[in-house]
C-alpha cells in the first residue's frame, strides 16, 4: 500500500469525506451483509454510481474501493456456496474446505484492515494508493 | 500494464499457495470434527435403539435370527463389509418396515420378512439399508432435518426424550430424498451381484408392495416411505438388463421356509 499525499491535485474537505465514506460503506455492508458476500458489493456499487460523475479524487477512492471489492465477491461466493452444498446436500466437511474458508477469512481481513485505514487517510485528504488495485484503479479511472 | 499483470499473477499465485500451505494442515484432526461426528453418531445410535428396544418387543430366536444373520453376512463378506460392526435387530411387528440407525444399527420388522415371497428380496431390502449405513445417509439426513448442535445437544444429555423420541420415529418412518434412495437402490443392486444373489426379485418387492400400499397404507411402511416404487423397480431392472448375474441362494429352501414359520408361530 502506497500512502502519500501525492494526487494530482490537492483535495478539499468536502471530497476527502466523500472518499472516505466510500470505504466506509464498503465496512459497514461487510457486516450487515455477512453471509451474503454479493451485499458489499452492490453497496460499494450503488455508491460509486452515485459518484460518478463526482470529482477526480472522490471517483478515484470510489473505483478502488469498488474494484476491491470484486476479487473478494469472486473468493467469498465460492465460500459461500461451497459452505451450502455442505449444509444442504451430500458434500462433506473437508480440510480442504477449512483451509480455503481460513484462506478467505484472512484476505477478507487484510481487505477489511486495509480498508479502515484508507478511510482515515483519505478522510485526512491524503492520497493511498493499494497494491495492484491502485495501478488498476489508474486505467480505470481517468481525469 | 506489464506491471499489472504480474501484480495480477502474484495475487492469484498468493491466495493459491495460501490455501494449499493451509490445505497441508489436518483442521479435520485438530478441530476433532470426525472424533466429534463419530462419538455423536454412536451415542444418537444407542440413544434411538434404547428407544425402539423399549417399546417394541426385538425377537430373539435363535433359529430365526441366525437365517437373517446368514443373509446380512453373506452380503457384508461378499462386499468387504464389517459385519461385527452392525447392530442387527430383528423385531416382532406386523408393519413391512426396515430401517437404519446410526451407529451401524439395522432394525427389521417381522412383517417385512414375512411378505417377502424369497430370501432375494428380503437381501434387495437389506442391501438397501445396508447402504444408507455404508454410504453414511442417516447422519446426512439427521444432520440435514436439525443441524450438528441440536444432535450433540442431546447426545450431551443435555436435549429433551421427547426430541430423541421423535427423531427416532423420523428415521423409522421417513424416506431419505430422492436421490440418495435411488443411490442405495443401485448400492444394493451392487452388493446382491457381488454376492451371487439375484437382484431381479429386489424389483418384484418393490412392484408388489407398490400395490399392495394402496390397499393396507398404514402396514407398508417401507413403501410408503420410499416413494416411487414402480418408478424405482423400473430403475433396477434398466440397471440389471444386460449384467452378468450368477443366481445362487445363501439359505437352503428349508431354512427359508423353517424362519417364515417361525415368525408366524410367533416364538421369540
Given at each position: 500500500m502506497n500512502s502519500n499525499g501525492n494526487f494530482v491535485y490537492t483535495p478539499g474537505e468536502h471530497e476527502a469525506e466523500k472518499a472516505s465514506n466510500s470505504y466506509l460503506m464498503s465496512l459497514i455492508a461487510v457486516i450487515a451483509g455477512l453471509p451474503l458476500p454479493i451485499i458489499n458489493l452492490l453497496a460499494t456499487v450503488i455508491f460509486y454510481l452515485a459518484n460518478r460523475k463526482s470529482t477526480y479524487f472522490v471517483r478515484w477512492h470510489c473505483t478502488q474501493a469498488l474494484l476491491s471489492q470484486f476479487s473478494l465477491l469472486l473468493m467469498n461466493s465460492t465460500g459461500f456456496w461451497w459452505t451450502i452444498s455442505i449444509i444442504f446436500s451430500d458434500e462433506r466437511v473437508t480440510t480442504h474446505y477449512i483451509a480455503y474458508m481460513i484462506t478467505i477469512f484472512i484476505f477478507n481481513l487484510t481487505e477489511f484492515i486495509a480498508t479502515i485505514y484508507t478511510a482515515i487517510q483519505t478522510r485526512k485528504g491524503i492520497h493511498v494508493q493499494w497494491w495492484l488495485y491502485g495501478n488498476l484503479t489508474n486505467i480505470v479511472c481517468r481525469p | 500494464m506489464r506491471k499489472l499483470f504480474i501484480e495480477i499473477l502474484i495475487f492469484i499465485a498468493l491466495f493459491f499457495s495460501l490455501w494449499f500451505a493451509l490445505g497441508r494442515i489436518d483442521w479435520m484432526s485438530l478441530f476433532k470434527i470426525e472424533q466429534l461426528t463419530k462419538s455423536t453418531e454412536e451415542k444418537l445410535g444407542d440413544t434411538f435403539w434404547e428407544f425402539f428396544s423399549k417399546t417394541e418387543t426385538e425377537i430373539k430366536s435363535t433359529s430365526v435370527n441366525k437365517s437373517l444373520d446368514s443373509l446380512v453376512s453373506h452380503i457384508c463378506k461378499e462386499n468387504n463389509?464389517?459385519?461385527?460392526t452392525i447392530k442387527l435387530h430383528l423385531l416382532r411387528?406386523?408393519?413391512?418396515n426396515a430401517f437404519t440407525l446410526p451407529n451401524r444399527h439395522i432394525v427389521v420388522f417381522s412383517g417385512l420378512i414375512e411378505s417377502s415371497e424369497n430370501e432375494a428380496e428380503l437381501c434387495g431390502v437389506l442391501g438397501h439399508e445396508m447402504a444408507h449405513m455404508e454410504k453414511n445417509h442417516v447422519m446426512k439426513k439427521l444432520l440435514k432435518e436439525v443441524g450438528l448442535s441440536v444432535l450433540v445437544s442431546m447426545t450431551s444429555g443435555k436435549g429433551s426424550p421427547e426430541a430423541a423420541r421423535q427423531l427416532a420415529k423420523l428415521l423409522s418412518s421417513s424416506a431419505y430424498d430422492r436421490k440418495l434412495e435411488s443411490e442405495a437402490d443401485i448400492a444394493s443392486v451392487d452388493y446382491m451381484i457381488k454376492a451371487d444373489i439375484d437382484p431381479a426379485p429386489f424389483a418384484d418387492i418393490l412392484y408388489r408392495l407398490g400395490d399392495e400400499e394402496k390397499n393396507i397404507p398404514n402396514q407398508v411402511y417401507w413403501i410408503s416411505t420410499h416413494p416411487e416404487s414402480k418408478e424405482r423397480a423400473e430403475n433396477i431392472v434398466q440397471y440389471i438388463k444386460g449384467k452378468k448375474i450368477i443366481k445362487k441362494s445363501v439359505l437352503s429352501a428349508g431354512e427359508w421356509e423353517r424362519m417364515k414359520e417361525k415368525l408366524s408361530e410367533k416364538e421369540d
Open positions: - | 463389509i464389517d459385519r461385527s411387528k406386523q408393519d413391512i
